[in-house]
């Protein structure tokens, strides 16, 4: 069931979106070559409870794997989503996506972007860019009376022209009380389909695109989502409300 919020709920989920694009724009300034994911994570956690909020993936569960360990995910290179914050030293020439989640007062923010390391390729840099436009391009379809449909397909469309894939397997989804709520946001798929948008609700939309195939696979620490060929990926995401009938990002740091 895709929750109608109340302005009052928007309000308590801007906040904590608030938290969540400010923290990912301090762990951007700090990432570079010689930074540990661990150092950026306590860099994290410390501005999260800072503002009296809580790390939202720390201690997350899912099926089949431990809770999760960190306050935010970094995942580099061909890693696509949900990479395990730890000793890995960051090195010219890599991309990292850095995926924050925050709860505070009952209410959840989610929101993710990717980042170059020192100096990246010019198909790296590409990747992202592509990456990030076929993002504001999906939530440029986030208005009243559109479909889930129709930001699914203009984000795929966009990443297909430019000969990247979209991955499959993982998708966008509702925020509000819960990190994940209901509906389900694939970012490929059919204009015109699936659920109608309606103001007050609230969507974290996030592209994941690969410079190879769309196919990934999950590492052994249960976690991990890495490309299945070994080529890079990268990641953007934005936490929305649709409010008089358009669609306003709530993770933007102005």
């Not at 990247?164 to 397997?169: A, G």
Request: net charge negative; hydrophobic share 35%; charged share 25%.
């Amino acid at each position: 069931m895709i929750l109608i919020k109340s302005k009052r709920e928007i309000d308590y989920i801007r906040e904590s979106c608030k938290i969540v694009a400010e923290t990912l724009q301090l762990v951007k300034r700090n990432v570079r070559i010689g930074v540990t994911t661990q150092e950026l994570d306590k860099i994290a956690e410390d501005y999260i409870l800072s503002n009296n909020a809580r790390p939202a993936f720390k201690g997350y569960s899912q099926a089949g794997s431990f809770d999760f360990p960190g306050s935010i995910c970094s995942s580099i290179d061909d890693e696509v989503v949900h990479g395990i914050p730890g000793n890995r030293v960051l090195k010219e020439g890599e991309i990292i996506s850095i995926d924050v989640g925050a709860e505070k007062n009952g209410y959840y923010g989610d929101a993710a972007l990717s980042v170059a390391v020192g100096k990246i390729s010019d198909e790296k840099q590409r990747l992202m860019d592509v990456t990030e436009k076929s993002l504001y391009l999906g939530i440029s379809q986030a208005i009243e009376k559109n479909r889930l449909g129709d930001i699914s397909n203009t984000i795929q469309t966009y990443v297909e022209e430019n000969g990247f894939s979209i991955v499959r397997d993982l998708c966008g989804h509702g925020v509000g009380k819960r990190l994940h709520e209901d509906p389900q946001i694939p970012n490929y798929g059919k204009k015109g389909s699936g659920a109608v948008l309606k103001n007050g609700m609230t969507l974290a939309l996030e592209p994941m695109v690969n410079m190879g195939s769309y196919k990934v696979v999950v590492a052994e620490d249960g976690w991990t989502v890495l490309t299945e060929d070994g080529k890079p990926s990268a990641h953007f995401e934005h936490t929305i409300a649709i409010i008089d009938g358009k669609p306003e990002i709530l993770t933007k740091c102005e």
